[in-house]
């Protein structure tokens, strides 16, 4: 389980990479602009998870840090073991 979480981590890093430096025309993609609707669509479900979350994130400590990360990877923070037990620790 943690080396899937570790590999799609990985994945979107590699996204968030790509996205970024496409805006700056570093890298060649051949459609920026289905890439750039893509990245929108992923960073308001991003978004949208850390203020479902906001409450339990709280309480877990750290609260800058995790949104931080639930803002790059999404559920794959929040599905994390560790972050789990973290929240279910606070609770």
């Known amino acids: ?6 590999a799609g981590k990985l994945l979107m890093l590699v996204f968030w990479l790509t996205v970024i430096l496409s805006l700056f025309n570093l890298v060649p993609v051949p459609n920026p602009q289905r890439l750039q609707m893509i990245a ?3 960073l308001g479900v991003h978004v ?3 203020l479902l979350m906001f ?7 750290s609260l800058g840090r995790q949104l ?3 803002m790059l990877f999404g559920v ?3 599905r994390h073991p560790d972050t ?5 620790q606070a609770l």
């Open 76 to 78: 794959l923070h929040l």
């Open 68 to 70: 931080l990360q639930v």
């Open 40 to 42: 929108l669509i992923v």
């Open 1 to 6: 389980m943690r080396t899937f979480m570790l």
């Open 55 to 61: 409450g339990k994130l709280r309480k877990v400590g």
């Open 84 to 88: 789990v037990r973290s929240i279910n």
């Open 48 to 50: 949208l998870e850390c």
